[in-house]
Nanobody, 123 residues
Framework: QVQLVESGGGLVQAGGSLRLSCAASGSAFSINAMGWYRQAPGKQRELVAASTSGGSTNYADSVKGRFVISRDNAKNTVYLQMNSLKPEDTDVYYC?????????????????WGQGTQVTVSS
């Protein structure tokens, strides 16, 4: 089993910054891609930013130039630095990790989610 624990959400004024962290723990053969998604009530979860284990990144158009994803592979932790926050960034942010796990059927890649952290940006 793999657990993802998020931290760093909160309330901030428009134009401010927040840094989210997500630490993975448990039995994993390898942690592959890690990323951040967000979801508003009644809407689909959408990708915010993702990073491969090799360091390649991609971002939603709405956050390019404002958010930066980074990861510390030694700590199995991914970060999301959010700058120039806007009220429309208000959402619950979820960490995701694609993890290779050894099961009785052999190695397989599975998707794991954190519990979510609320980010609220006031105007």
């Amino acid at each position: 089993q793999v657990q993802l624990v998020e931290s760093g959400g909160g309330l901030v004024q428009a134009g401010g910054s927040l840094r989210l962290s997500c630490a993975a723990s448990g039995s994993a053969f390898s942690i592959n891609a890690m990323g951040w998604y967000r979801q508003a009530p009644g809407k689909q979860r959408e990708l915010v930013a993702a990073s491969t284990s090799g360091g390649s990144t991609n971002y939603a158009d709405s956050v390019k130039g404002r958010f930066v994803i980074s990861r510390d592979n030694a700590k199995n932790t991914v970060y999301l630095q959010m700058n120039s926050l806007k009220p429309e960034d208000t959402d619950v942010y979820y960490c995701n990790a694609m993890v290779t796990v050894l099961t009785i059927r052999g190695l397989g890649e599975y998707s794991y989610w954190g519990q979510g952290t609320q980010v609220t940006v006031s105007s």
